[in-house]
Structure formats: structure tokens, C-alpha cells
């Protein structure tokens, strides 16, 4: 059977949990063993897909098409291996699961409870991970010890390791000792208490990951080992680092994949990090710089475009430069002096995805100055979409192009939705999602960028091109150099005159991993740094 690691939380939230699990998973991954991730999320929404950004941060998107928590993409990015709608699992899918269960007489009219039924439950879709050719399992428990919402889950792991045996689970605890400036000591009172309150659950934890900004002493290491019944050397100094892909280096050097091998009583092999070694020296030592605008309305919570942050890090990394992101308010920026100000100096301009009309006007107007300033723009779902728009107003002459989810009655809707959108009474789970094939336009810069006729992308949208404006559009200079294999739905356009002006319509950022950036996030750097150093000699 598969060994099983899973890693709670306790303290505070925003730990960490999903960096900390990814870090062990690639630790693991490298030692040469098969690893797959889960996360559980203690909240009643079926998914994440209607959830607001600003509470939730961004949807990931599986190639199967699920909605799933941002910690996926985590996941992925670390330990290279794409994920599926089961690595993901919220309170609201498991209690639908029973209800239904109890509605068609499954259970045969026993009382249904939370114990043993919502446990049983998730048991089942633990043991479902480790399955095939899976060695190892990672199941990251969404919450913090203490939440109600959490206890359900944290009593269904509590029952799976006595069930399956110690030698074959491991409990990885997160948890936070603050530094206290005014005393000028690290406090251990913290994950005591949290630790003492995972234990009353029937958890006791066997190693303790230890988040602090400042290094502790092996004196501050034994108190919390003798107040939390763990060995000193499973106390893990989990110190901030500058770049997350440091993090496994972290626990490289305190040896927890030995230990976390002793106790699961698997062999321990040997790790070569090198070539994450590589990727981490090009971020903290590069030898040039770019400048790249991201312009949306969800900028004062970045968590929103975590993977579009990620992908632009691999591609500048690729580069060995240094990224300097400018997160422009498209709400905020609406007006020819504001833009002119807002994009002053940056190499590249970057449009992600969104939902609603909010911000529309300023990405539109951003658009525009990317386009006739010769910015090196790259617009993402929403982003291409409004490129199309800003396309067919000013040099279509189409003065009334926009889209129907901003204005249902437009009278020139070059954006709209799909027959098969029309009359949906449910929001969740009904767009456009997962991964479609694309083919592409030879002599494009679509084909130059993916070297290849046929890709597959990762998609999350209800609106389209609408074909009856493709030949107007394609005639007045912009090139629809990537459809659906059908020729129907339009997945990519490009302004052939420009340096570099492209927009597609799936979501790019969710295949991008450190060690290969997406090749479209590869080259819109690249781009952005020649017009940088361009720039720069002609200023000279």
C-alpha cells in the first residue's frame, strides 16, 4: 500500500501548508518515489469556482476540468506531476456526497451522522489517492486546529493511521513561533498550545515544522520538543526564506526526508536538488532586469493571479533575470494621463484573466497604449478577450464592440456567449473548464512560441469570439492564429505588425513549472527584455 504524509496546521492561517506539503513532495519525488497530493477544505462551498478572489485567491484548474483550491497549483509546480479533480475535496462536495446517499436509501435508514459517515467518507477518498503506482501520498489538511469546520477531517485522518499503522502515516504539524521585539525572545507558548490542542483530538504529532522569521537555538528547540512530546530533532527551524523554492532546501538541511524515510520505513536515497539549486541562483543572482505591468482589478490581493505571479518568475527565471512586477489597478487607471503614469517605464504588459465588468474600461485603455506604444502585451482568458475588443473599437471602427457579460444587449458583441451558455440556472462547474486541444496557424508567432501544430491548454470561461466578426477582425491586421480542432471557437490571437501582441483564451500559467516555464511566458520576458535593453542603448 501507499505511505501516507499529512500535514496540518495550527496557530494562524497563512502558513504556509500548501508550500510546506509541495516542499516534502518534491523532497520525496526526488529521492526517486511516485508522489501524489491532496488538499481538504474545511469550507461548505462545493468548489471554489463561484467564490469571490478576494477571499479565496485564484481558481486552479485541472486538465479534467475541476475547480480546485490555488494550493493545486503549489502542487503541481513542485512536484511536476498534473493533478485531478480527486487532489482536491471540500466540506460542501463530501456532505453532498451522503445527503445524496441518504436521499436514495443507501443507507438504509441508520442515522446519518458526521461520525461515522462524513469520516468514512473521507477515508474513502484518502484511500483513493494511493492507488496504481503511487508510493506516496500528501494529504494537506485545509484550516488550523481549533476551527470546527476542520474537526471532521482531522477525526477521519486520526481514525485512517490507526486503522493503516503508524509505520505507514506520518503527522507533519505546522506551526508559528513569533519573535517578540519588545522582549527580544521567540515564543514557544504558541505551538505548545496548538500542539496540546491536536493531541486532544487524538493526533500527536511526529514531526513540527516550526515557522519564524528569526533562527532558533537548540535550547528553543528542546523546550517545544519537551512540551509537545516530539523528539528534538523532528523540530524543524522552518525560517522565512527569499524564494520559496528554498524551502526544501530548509528541510534538506535539518534532515527531514531521512527522518520522514526512518519513520515510514522506506529506504532513504540519495536527492540530487541541482537542478533546483539552478532555478533558485537565477532568481536571487540575476544579471538583468525587466519590468512587467500586471494590470487587474484584484491587484490588492495578489493570491488572485498566484499562477500568473508564478509562470512570470519561471520565465524570467529562464532569463536568469530579475522580475520586477508593477501591479497596475485597471479600476483605478482608466484615463490617458493615469495609464501614461501607471505604465511609464515598464518592458511589458501583461492583461490576466477576471470575471465582471468592473476594471473593464482601464484594461481596454491599457490595451490600446500597449498596442499603439509597441509594448510587448500578453493578455490571458479576459485579457484576450478585452484585446479583442479594444481591437475592433479603434481599428475596426466597430464603436459599440464589447462584450455581453458587460452589456447583455450590445449592439456589436464581438465577445458573447455560447449557445450551450444560454438558460444555465447553475453557476458552478458549468463553464468552459479543463483542457481542450488547440491548433495552430503555421508562420505565427503562436507557432513560433510552441514549435509544434497541436497543443493542449487548461481553460476556465464562459465567454467567446463570436465568429461572425472573425473575418472583419482578421482582415483589418489581427490574426486568429489558434482555434478549437473544428476551426469553431477561437483560441488564440495575435497583431502581426506588433513586437510581440498576443491573447489567447485559456490559462497558460496553470502548465507552467520552475524548471520549465511556459513557452509563452518564456518569450513574452524575452521580448520585454529586448525592448528594455533597446531602450536602455538608445538612451545611452
Not at 488538499?39 to 486552479?60: A, I, R, W
Not at 507533519?172 to 514557544?188: D, M, S
Not at 540530487?272 to 491587484?299: E, H, L, Q, R, T
Request: net charge negative; glycine share 8%.
Amino acid at each position: 500500500m501507499a505511505k501516507h504524509i499529512f500535514v496540518i496546521g495550527g496557530v494562524l492561517s497563512s502558513l504556509g501548508k500548501g508550500i510546506a506539503s509541495s516542499s516534502i513532495g518534491v523532497l520525496m519525488k526526488e529521492m526517486g518515489y511516485n508522489v501524489i497530493m491532496q488538499k481538504f477544505d474545511p469550507y461548505l462551498n462545493v468548489d471554489p469556482g463561484t467564490m469571490s478572489p478576494f477571499q479565496h485567491g485564484e481558481v486552479f484548474v485541472t486538465d479534467d476540468g475541476a475547480e480546485t483550491d490555488l494550493d493545486l497549483g503549489h502542487y503541481e509546480r513542485f512536484i511536476g506531476t498534473p493533478l485531478s479533480s480527486r487532489s482536491n475535496a471540500t466540506s460542501g462536495q463530501i456532505y453532498e456526497r451522503v445527503i445524496m446517499r441518504e436521499r436514495r436509501g443507501d443507507y438504509l435508514g441508520k442515522t446519518v451522522q458526521v461520525v461515522p459517515h462524513i469520516t468514512n467518507e473521507i477515508k474513502t477518498l484518502i484511500r483513493q489517492m494511493g492507488k496504481k503506482d503511487d508510493d506516496i501520498v500528501i494529504t494537506e489538511i485545509g484550516g488550523t486546529v481549533g476551527d470546527i469546520e476542520s474537526l471532521p477531517f482531522l477525526e477521519a485522518v486520526r481514525q485512517f493511521a490507526l486503522k493503516e499503522g503508524r509505520s505507514n502515516c506520518v503527522f507533519v504539524f505546522l506551526t508559528y513561533v513569533p519573535y517578540i521585539k519588545a522582549a527580544g525572545e521567540l515564543k514557544t507558548k504558541p505551538t505548545q498550545h496548538a500542539t496540546t490542542k491536536l493531541r486532544e483530538i487524538g493526533i500527536q504529532p511526529d514531526f513540527l515544522l516550526c515557522r519564524s522569521e528569526q533562527p532558533f537555538s537548540n535550547d528553543v528547540k528542546e523546550k517545544i520538543a519537551l512540551f509537545t512530546n516530539v523528539s528534538p530533532e523532528h523540530v524543524i527551524n522552518a525560517i522565512d526564506v527569499e524564494c520559496l523554492y528554498e524551502v526544501p532546501r530548509v528541510y534538506i538541511k535539518d534532515g527531514l526526508h531521512k527522518m520522514i524515510c526512518k519513520q515510514l520505513q522506506i529506504e532513504e536515497r540519495p536527492i540530487d536538488f541541482s537542478s533546483w539549486d539552478k532555478i533558485i541562483d537565477n532568481i536571487k543572482n540575476p544579471d538583468k532586469d525587466v519590468i512587467i505591468a500586471v494590470c487587474g482589478k484584484y491587484v490588492e490581493h495578489r493570491d488572485a493571479y498566484k499562477s500568473v505571479e508564478a509562470a512570470l518568475i519561471h520565465g524570467a527565471a529562464g532569463h536568469r533575470a530579475k522580475l520586477n512586477i508593477k501591479w497596475v489597478d485597471s479600476e483605478k487607471t482608466n484615463c490617458p494621463e493615469k495609464i501614461a503614469e501607471a505604465l511609464s517605464g515598464v518592458d511589458g504588459i501583461l492583461i490576466p484573466g477576471g470575471f465582471g465588468i468592473r476594471g473593464i474600461d482601464g484594461k481596454i485603455a491599457i490595451t490600446r497604449y500597449a498596442r499603439e506604444h509597441n509594448i510587448p502585451f500578453f493578455g490571458v482568458c479576459l485579457g484576450m478577450q478585452v484585446a479583442v475588443i479594444e481591437f475592433a473599437k479603434h481599428v475596426c471602427g466597430l464603436d459599440d464592440a464589447y462584450s455581453t457579460e458587460f452589456e447583455e444587449h450590445c449592439k456589436q458583441p464581438v465577445i458573447c456567449l455560447l449557445d450551450d451558455q444560454h438558460d444555465l440556472e447553475l453557476m458552478g462547474g458549468t463553464m468552459r473548464l479543463g483542457a481542450w486541444d488547440c491548433q495552430l496557424k503555421p508562420d505565427t508567432l503562436a507557432m513560433s512560441i510552441y514549435k509544434k501544430e497541436s497543443i493542449s491548454e487548461r481553460h476556465r470561461h464562459r465567454y467567446e469570439f463570436n465568429n461572425d466578426y472573425r473575418e472583419l477582425i482578421e482582415k483589418a491586421g489581427m490574426t486568429i492564429s489558434g482555434t478549437s480542432l473544428n476551426d469553431f471557437l477561437c483560441e488564440i490571437v495575435e497583431i502581426p505588425t506588433h513586437p510581440f501582441f498576443i491573447g489567447v483564451q485559456f490559462h497558460p500559467e496553470f502548465k507552467s513549472r520552475p524548471q520549465i516555464p511556459h513557452p509563452i511566458f518564456f518569450n513574452f520576458v524575452k521580448a520585454a527584455l529586448d525592448r528594455h535593453y533597446t531602450a536602455k542603448s538608445e538612451n545611452k
